[in-house]
Nanobody, 125 residues
Framework: QVQLVESGGGLVQAGGSLRLSCAAS????????MGWFRQAPGKEREFVAT????????YYADSVKGRFTISRDNAKNTVYLQMNSLKPEDTAVYYC??????????????????WGQGTQVTVSS
């Protein structure tokens, strides 16, 4: 089992940057594929990015490709989401999640086993 805690959200102007972190408890962090999702008010939870267990593979939603970068440090039990060139439509609560599945393009929330509590990102125009 793993517990996930996100941090790094906040208010930023359009065009700005934020770096989200997700710290995981436990000693077996490297067995999980990790993902970032987001949910805006009145909308369904949306896939953002995923990273393989080793960190060697990444996959992004088209809406964030080229602007966001997912990475992980297994020694620190942490996954990151670097967000650049932020837009107002990126405003949402961002969640990290862990999955036992070994594939890379795991974009369905139901396939993730553990979730953090979320961190708010607000991008002003």
């Amino acid at each position: 089992q793993v517990q996930l805690v996100e941090s790094g959200g906040g208010l930023v102007q359009a065009g700005g940057s934020l770096r989200l972190s997700c710290a995981a408890s436990g000693r077996t962090f490297s067995i999980y594929g990790m993902g970032w999702f987001r949910q805006a008010p009145g909308k369904e939870r949306e896939f953002v990015a995923t990273i393989s267990r080793s960190g060697g593979g990444t996959y992004y939603a088209d809406s964030v490709k080229g602007r966001f970068t997912i990475s992980r440090d297994n020694a620190k039990n942490t996954v990151y989401l670097q967000m650049n060139s932020l837009k107002p439509e990126d405003t949402a609560v961002y969640y990290c999640a862990a999955t036992y599945y070994s594939g890379l393009a795991i974009t369905t929330p139901d396939l993730y086993n553990y979730w953090g509590q979320g961190t708010q990102v607000t991008v002003s125009s």
